[in-house]
């Protein structure tokens, strides 16, 4: 594991390293992130490895210009630029209808996406550097409390990663409130910026509660978990779409196949999920087979994502 402290040499490399699909922990004014290239799906894959969350959650976009907001959404509104104006840089986090150009695993599948500009000097400086905007979920493993000291991210999954960039302790040690302004102004997770403040900027906000939340990645087609070793033959009649982990032995049955993996490799398969899902869903099908994905690392989370799509109906 390594640790540098904060040095401009130390952003530079830290910066080559996210360029190159490496992870990242870095301070920012909240607490310190764990940071990729949120332009690399297999880098993003690999966060939520290290996190080992159950389940993937949608991770907040960290930028350092203007300019790259408009690449990253589809609109800024009145309500978003007014708040951008008090908040930004600083530990607002606003979730914005999403651009093609982000990919799927980063916004977990949602068609929003959480964008913040951090105050902290050297998170800025590293995006900066990076050229490219950086995902990053607070980086502790699922189920932990927030790392506010570097001593924190290497005892907690410094073996893990590529490199720390110490920058001392975060000064404000709370994370950032997390507003959806995609629609009505809902606020989805209370934080760093008091949610009276945001209410002088824009009047009224909704309180969201986090089990609806939970409930909104669904697919238009219904799908089916095939069970370990079943061939999964379409019924009469019916255009079935595959989802499958590895190249399939047969893949006549079926109107159109997505492979999640060649060499059968769980992070390639994670980093590829949520594209070859809406792709599977916009298709000329009428339903959706997924092959069963090993329950190991992120197996786990795959799958309870599938399992979530199975039961919507
Ligand atoms: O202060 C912070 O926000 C820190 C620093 C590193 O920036 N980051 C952080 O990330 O706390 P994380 O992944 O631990 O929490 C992100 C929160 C989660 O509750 C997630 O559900 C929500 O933001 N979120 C992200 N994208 C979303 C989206 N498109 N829609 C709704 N909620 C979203
Ligand atoms: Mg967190």
């Known amino acids: 594991m390594r640790v540098l402290k904060y040095s401009s040499e130390a952003i530079k490399e830290a910066a080559s390293i996210i360029k190159e699909g490496g992870l990242v922990a870095?301070?920012?004014?909240?607490?310190?992130?764990?940071?990729?290239?949120?332009?690399?799906?297999?880098?993003?894959?690999?966060?939520?490895?290290v996190k080992?969350?159950?389940?993937?959650?949608?991770?907040?976009?960290?930028?350092?210009d203007m300019m790259e907001l408009e690449r990253l959404c589809l609109r800024v509104d009145d309500r978003a630029k007014k708040l951008i104006k008090e908040f930004w840089p600083g530990p607002l986090t606003l979730v914005l209808p999403k651009s093609d150009i982000?990919?799927?695993?980063v916004t977990a599948g949602l068609r929003t996406v959480a964008i913040r500009m951090p105050s902290h000097p050297v998170a800025l400086e590293l995006i900066r550097e990076a050229g490219v905007p950086v995902?990053?979920?607070?980086?502790?493993?699922?189920g932990y409390l927030s790392p506010t000291e570097a001593s924190h991210v290497m005892e907690q999954i410094g073996p893990e990663i590529d490199l720390i960039i110490d920058g001392g302790k975060c000064p404000l040690g709370l994370e950032s409130t997390v507003l959806?302004?995609?629609?009505?102004?809902?606020?989805?997770?209370?934080?760093?910026?008091?949610?009276?403040?945001?209410?002088?900027?824009?009047?009224?906000?909704?309180?969201?509660?986090?089990?609806?939340?939970?409930?909104?990645?669904?697919?238009?087609?219904?799908?089916?978990?095939?069970?370990?070793g079943e061939a999964g033959s379409p019924?009469?009649?019916?255009?079935?779409?595959?989802?499958?982990?590895?190249?399939?032995?047969?893949s006549t049955p079926f109107e159109m196949v997505e492979v999640l993996s060649l060499?059968?490799?769980?992070?390639?398969?994670?980093?590829?999920?949520?594209?070859?899902?809406?792709?599977?869903?916009?298709?000329?099908?009428?339903?959706?087979?997924?092959?069963?994905i090993p329950e190991t690392g992120l197996g786990r989370a795959i799958m309870e994502r599938l399992r979530r799509a199975e039961d919507k109906k």
């Open 26 to 49: 870095f301070p920012t004014e909240t607490v310190y992130g764990l940071g990729a290239s949120a332009l690399n799906p297999e880098a993003i894959a690999r966060v939520f490895e």
């Open 52 to 64: 080992r969350r159950p389940h993937f959650e949608p991770l907040i976009v960290h930028i350092a």
């Open 235 to 250: 019924p009469e009649g019916m255009k079935v779409g595959l989802l499958a982990f590895k190249p399939p032995a047969d």
């Open 102 to 105: 982000l990919p799927d695993i």
């Open 135 to 142: 995902a990053a979920p607070s980086a502790n493993p699922s």
């Open 180 to 228: 959806d302004i995609s629609e009505e102004p809902t606020l989805l997770r209370a934080g760093a910026v008091p949610i009276e403040r945001i209410k002088e900027v824009i009047g009224e906000v909704k309180i969201s509660s986090p089990l609806k939340e939970k409930r909104r990645y669904s697919l238009r087609k219904p799908l089916k978990i095939l069970k370990n």
């Open 263 to 292: 060499s059968g490799d769980l992070r390639e398969a994670a980093a590829n999920l949520f594209s070859s899902l809406h792709r599977l869903d916009k298709a000329e099908i009428d339903l959706i087979y997924a092959e069963p």
